[in-house]
């Protein structure tokens, strides 16, 4: 049976209507940099464990995430991931299962990869990793500037490549970022975080991500924003160094912060309920012992990629194990969608996934211009 075609404007109500249902008002946007679905989902690779190139001490880290078996192995290592996520929420990029995510963008380096999930668009034109001022406008200025979000979407990163990433010269975001201080206004933690922040020498171009972590923390309980990006960065900052170990450890701190945010959140009235969380990287590594420390356009694996999701409109599927296939420029009108809005920009960005709300897809159309470049 063939259905007659609907006006575009009526598509766009009733997807609005559909989208109306939604229980989530706010969004978490969360990032670890560099970080293998290898690990997500099998956890410390055998392969590399073992080796005294990259591990300074193996029976050590053996008995902090080692298992034979990969189910208790990769629990070891993301315990919130495997305890919490995969019951209540769903985890997307197991290749042993044939499910995939990957990056569009040609580059797989960081800050391509950060524009392609923040605007829904894998830029043709290589920025490196420099301070150039992102031309393209992406999901949280598109937010900012609507009212209900207005002065309601932050940012917060380890990286200090942010300012250019985000553009904030051109959107007056906020932003904290790299070892930026925070307003103390006479606040006693904000003084401490200055303290702390002033004290660490040499400073690198990455944040110690738990100062992220509680700076961003002490802004959301005290401010409540809508719509925030938090995005940590010693995961590839420890690749990089080709410590295995630290790699380690930096991604089970990870795992602990976003914990940690979701219980904080779950006991606020303001997001209790209505929250949700989507989490992923911003590029992969490579695949094999030798290269695991690498990325780039020509290591293999280096643009593969996972994604997680919980809350209360993420239907409980858990580890997605069927073959599929989504994208990273997918992740900025899925936001749009979750919080019943059409992401507008001068780019084309991906499709949103219906697949990852509890709301049947077929009732949702996709707005006709998600699929091109908006005037």
Partial sequence: MKFPLLPAALLWCL?????SAF???NVFIITTDGFRWQEIFSGADPAIINDTEFVQDTSLLKDLYWDNRVVERRKKLMPFFWNVIAKKGQLYGNRFENNKVNVKNIFKISYPGYNEILTGYADPLFIPNLRINNRNHNVLEYFNARSGFNGKVVAFASWNMFPNILNIKRNRLYLNSGYDSVPENGDEIGQKINEVEGQILPKGNTRNDLLTSIVAREYITKNHPRVVFLSFGETDESAHHRKYDKYLQQANN?????AGLWYMIQTDPFYKDNTTFIITTDHGRGKEADTWCCHNWYT????????????????????????GQIYQNQIASTVSMILG??????????RPLRSVVTANPLSIP?????????K
């Fill in 300 to 323: 293999r694996g280096s643009g593969e990629i996972w994604m997680a999701l919980i809350g209360p409109d993420t239907e409980p599927l858990g580890e997605i194990d069927q073959p």
């Fill in 254 to 258: 990870f795992d602990m912060m976003v």
């Fill in 15 to 19: 997807a609005a209507s559909a989208q």
């Fill in 23 to 25: 229980k989530t008002k």
């Fill in 366 to 374: 996709d707005p006709p211009l998600l699929e091109q470049a908006s």
């Fill in 341 to 350: 809005q059409e992401y507008k920009s001068s780019h084309k960005a991906g």
